[in-house]
Structure formats: structure tokens, C-alpha cells
T-cell receptor, first 116, second 110 residues
Framework: SQTIHQWPATLVQPVGSPLSLECTVEGTSNPNLYWYRQAAGRGLQLLFY??????ISSEVPQNLSASRPQDRQFILSSKKLLLSDSGFYLC???????????????FGPGTRLTVL | GNSVTQMEGPVTLSEEAFLTINCTYTATGYPSLFWYVQYPGEGLQLLLK?????DKGSNKGFEATYRKETTSFHLEKGSVQVSDSAVYFC?????????FGQGTRLTINP
């Protein structure tokens, strides 16, 4: 069966510090991968998605970046965090191509980031 | 482009009340539709789904019917429980990604 992991689960960082959040998927190949942010009490904002290694699509211009160094690894980074980067970061995956009739997404447990 | 509009929250009900959370969408063609649920401090879980017009998705007592005529996918439950307290997201399938509504926070009081 497939599983998705995110770490760390929680993170407190000072303004201006770097960030690296990691997401890995097990039990599938060539998944589509997604990073979302959820600010407190608000909906989901899609940040990045990837349909393959090295292929990143950015949905919202900002001081965050994403990379996909391996097929089942998706990393969210920042060189200098802002206060507004605080939130709940969710990684998700979806089978690519015709592997899933319904094309639903499966979400990880999330990382809660607080920037002070 | 594709979009999803959900009923504004928060919604507060008493246990055993009837629940409806409205969801309407704008899309090209007939995309698959989903309801996700997010319990406090957790990621999203798929609650139910429907892939074509008149399909009814159901799970854990929740139901939603894909209505092409009204471009809607309203979530309903006949008798809610305290454990149903969560944030509910309606979504539709786009080309490479899901398009989510803004979420509706539901609180059930005993």
C-alpha cells in the first residue's frame, strides 16, 4: 500500500532563517506531487506541483521554492522565512496517467510552521 | 477557469441535527468531484467522491450527489455526531491538480 510522510511535524523558526520541509511517498512510482499551505482558519493554497523529477510548476510567486530530486521525494524550501510564511504545510500525491480512475489526491499529515 | 464555491462557515449544529454544506462549481466539461475532511491538527482525508452526473458518493453517513443541472455537489448527513466536527473541503479535478473550495468549519455541540 502507499504511504506519504512529512517531516518535521512541527517547526518553529526565526524570521530570516532558511527552511526545508520534506515529503516522501512510498509504494508507488512516478506520482504527481503537491505542496499546499493552509494559513490559520483559512482554506488551502496550492504552492507547487510536480509531474516528474526536476519538473516543478509554481502556482503562487513568493519566497518559497520546491524541488524534486528523486521520483518520490518533494522538498519545500526558503532561503529567508517571513512572518507570513507561518502556516500548516501539506504535501499530497496522486497517481499519474491512467493509474487512478478517480484521480483523487492523498494527503500527508502536515507540518505546522511557526515563524517568529 | 475551474473554481469551487463553498458555503461560508463556520457552521454550528447540535448533535443529531441534519447537515447540509453547499458546494457549487464552475468547470469545463464534467470533472470528478470530491469532498475532503480535515480533523483538527491533521491532513486531509477523502470523504467521498463522484465521477459523473447523477452519481451519489457516500461514506460514514455522508452523501453528495453530482448535479449537472445546478453544477452542485452539496454534502448532507441526516444525523451529525460530535466526532463530525472538522473542516470540510469540496474539490473538483482539474487537468493536473484538484481545485479546492475555501473550506467550511463544522462544529457539533453535544
Amino acid at each position: 500500500s502507499q504511504t506519504i510522510h512529512q517531516w518535521p511535524a512541527t517547526l518553529v523558526q526565526p524570521v530570516g532563517s532558511p527552511l526545508s520541509l520534506e515529503c516522501t511517498v512510498e509504494g508507488t512510482s512516478n506520482p504527481n506531487l503537491y505542496w499546499y499551505r493552509q494559513a490559520a482558519g483559512r482554506g488551502l493554497q496550492l504552492l507547487f506541483y510536480s509531474v516528474g523529477i526536476g519538473q516543478i510548476s509554481s502556482e503562487v510567486p513568493q519566497n518559497l521554492s520546491a524541488s524534486r530530486p528523486q521520483d518520490r521525494q518533494f522538498i519545500l524550501s526558503s532561503k529567508k522565512l517571513l512572518l507570513s510564511d507561518s502556516g500548516f504545510y501539506l504535501c499530497a500525491w496522486r497517481p499519474s496517467g491512467g493509474a487512478s480512475l478517480y484521480n483523487e489526491q492523498f494527503f500527508g499529515p502536515g507540518t505546522r510552521l511557526t515563524v517568529l | 477557469g475551474n473554481s469551487v464555491t463553498q458555503m461560508e462557515g463556520p457552521v454550528t449544529l447540535s448533535e443529531e441535527a441534519f447537515l447540509t454544506i453547499n458546494c457549487t462549481y464552475t468547470a469545463t466539461g464534467y470533472p470528478s468531484l470530491f469532498w475532503y475532511v480535515q480533523y483538527p491538527g491533521e491532513g486531509l482525508q477523502l470523504l467521498l467522491k463522484a465521477t459523473k452526473a447523477d452519481d451519489k458518493g457516500s461514506n460514514k453517513g455522508f452523501e453528495a450527489t453530482y448535479r449537472k443541472e445546478t453544477t452542485s455537489f452539496h454534502l448532507e448527513k441526516g444525523s451529525v455526531q460530535v466526532s463530525d466536527s472538522a473542516v470540510y473541503f469540496c474539490a473538483l479535478r482539474g487537468a493536473q491538480k484538484l481545485v479546492f473550495g475555501q473550506g467550511t468549519r463544522l462544529t457539533i455541540n453535544p
